[in-house]
């Protein structure tokens, strides 16, 4: 089984060349260009909270849920759906003219409301500013993800965080026109700087006529959204959207921008000192548990004791760890899988939309409680504590983020499978290697008749109608088959079966006819010696 020690090298290789990739990085006209659009988008942050998310959270909360229901979790779905039938890069000019015209028109309703108090406006203005910049978020995420390396996107992530909430701290203090009006800047920035850089990926997009075929042909390279990393971003902004909501006045947020810059600026330099990123990856993810567990715990005994805002500088701590952790996954998985990275982009900001939604409404019920019910309050945020340490020291026990990081399988083919060539008559036919295959690894009778089925060439939906079997439940056979025989794409299940056959011994019959042409060989060469 020659192929298969060829496979485990060719992993070998690529880890430590994945190794490598994660020591060094060098800041580039590219790298620099993307940390200032992560500092323009963190920036603009401030005034969606302060200037037009707080004056609803006053007045009409029920809108402001439904409108970032809306927005922040629709597009993602329109995109996913998109990506399956295989048109949406086609519609990037549009897309991208359309959020310029929409964070322009929402700017101009904000600051309409500020004159006229118009509650109506208000939610139009939010609606039309979150649209526009739902497309700038994920132009940013896929250029982020053409940074050669993770330590390059840590750190650019990093410094973005560090002086992103420094911006959010200044735009404080600038009055409240001039400040939409910033913002508007700040995002029409970010997207102008990511544009180009994003539009390699969405090339590629628009070049891949199949991408279900390609997923079926390289299974590892793709994540399901049911990947516990997906949960743990709905899991950790519920409670960072109770920390936004709790101890807010006048549906401002408490303002802890120091707290918060400092605590970047120290991830920055605990990922930028190790030369090895992965292994620092799972511990900052346990600080940022561990600063959750610590917020919640305080935010029970400040219904007793006067804390202040502490709950919320050490819950917005764990946020920042998360935040960066956050970006390395998408940056992990869209690195390796450029074919991927907007789905896993937009199924990361679905489960964090969804999880900072329930978040920001537990905490709003919260603040209504406190002084009018203390017990029920108590209750409440003790169920969130032990739900979290449930989940994060229990569910998410075994789960690594750095399995996710850096553990997925690069795609390695995107073009159309290499169909095996006909076995020769004194050659093993294809399907007594695959029953050899099924023999020697243990694969069961359905995954040997599917194996050969792939070796053939077949795609999914193929086999699916052969076999009589749902598409779902042959990619479920098809990941089974790959990691019994440690080939990680079709076309290397492909190159093993062709290179078995290759090396088949010959057939006793062929044996034979060579024995007798080497001794008539013999008998004729003594002969001419006599």
């Not at 891949?208 to 042909?217: G, L, N, P």
């Not at 036919?429 to 690894?441: A, F, K, N, P």
Request: net charge neutral; hydrophobic share 50%.
């Amino acid at each position: 089984m020659g192929m298969s020690y060829t496979l485990k090298s060719r992993q070998r290789i690529i880890k430590r060349e994945g190794y490598k990739r994660g020591i060094s990085m060098r800041i580039t006209s590219s790298w620099i260009a993307i940390c200032i659009a992560g500092i323009a988008n963190t920036s603009c942050n401030k005034v969606l909270n302060s200037d037009i998310i707080a004056p609803l959270s006053m007045t009409v909360p029920i809108w402001r849920d439904l409108i970032f229901a809306a927005t922040n979790i629709a597009p993602y779905l329109v995109i996913l759906w998109a990506l399956q039938k295989s048109f949406f890069p086609k519609g990037e000019s549009f897309l991208t003219k359309s959020s310029v015209v929409a964070i322009c028109a929402g700017a101009l309703c904000v600051i309409t409301y500020l004159t006229s108090s118009t509650t109506s406006i208000l939610c139009i203005g939010f609606a039309l500013w979150e649209l526009g910049g739902f497309w700038v978020y994920v132009l940013y995420i896929l250029a982020l993800c053409q940074l050669p390396n993770a330590k390059s996107a840590a750190i650019c992530v990093s410094v973005s965080s560090v002086f992103g909430i420094l911006g959010q701290g200044i735009l404080v203090a600038c009055p409240q026109q001039m400040r939409i009006v910033i913002g508007v800047v700040l995002l029409l920035t970010t997207l102008v700087l990511s544009r180009p850089l994003a539009r390699q990926n969405l090339d590629l997009l628009n070049h891949t006529k199949d991408i279900e075929a390609v997923e079926f042909s390289n299974p590892f390279s793709f994540i399901s959204p049911l990947n516990p990393a997906f949960w743990c971003l709905f899991v950790f902004n519920l409670v960072f959207g109770i920390a936004l909501s709790l101890n807010c006045v006048s549906g401002i947020p408490v303002d802890t921008s120091l707290v918060s810059a400092g605590v970047a600026l120290c991830v920055l330099v605990y990922l930028a000192w190790p030369n090895r990123l992965e292994n620092h990856v799972d511990p900052l993810a346990c600080a940022a548990a561990f600063l959750v567990v610590a917020g919640l715990l305080c935010a029970v005994i400040s219904l007793f004791l006067p804390l202040g805002n502490t709950t919320n500088y050490i819950i917005r701590a764990g946020d920042i760890c998360f935040v960066i952790i956050r970006f390395l996954v998408v940056f992990g998985i869209g690195i390796r899988n450029r074919l991927g990275a907007l789905r896993v982009i937009a199924w990361s900001a679905v489960f964090t939309s969804l999880g900072t939604l329930v978040g920001t409404y537990s905490g709003h019920v919260i603040n209504g409680l406190i002084g009018v019910n203390d017990v029920l309050a108590c209750s409440f945020l003790c169920f969130m504590l032990l739900s979290f340490v449930a989940a994060s020291f229990v569910w998410f026990s075994h789960f690594s983020f750095r399995a996710v990081i850096f553990g997925v399988e690069p795609l390695s083919h995107t073009q159309p499978i290499v169909m095996p060539a006909e076995p020769a008559p004194t050659e093993k036919t294809l399907d007594e290697c695959c029953d050899e295959l099924g023999d020697e690894y243990g694969l069961t009778k359905r995954e040997v008749e599917i194996c050969a089925l792939l070796a053939k060439g077949r795609n999914g939906r193929a086999i699916s109608e052969q076999c009589y079997l749902s598409y779902n439940t042959v990619k479920t056979h098809v990941k089974h088959i790959y990691m019994k025989l440690d080939v990680h794409s079709q076309q290397d299940l492909i190159d093993l079966v062709e290179d078995m056959i290759a090396s088949a011994p010959l057939s006793k019959n062929e044996q034979t006819d060579e024995t007798q042409t080497t001794s008539t060989t013999s008998c004729e060469h003594i002969a001419r010696e006599a």
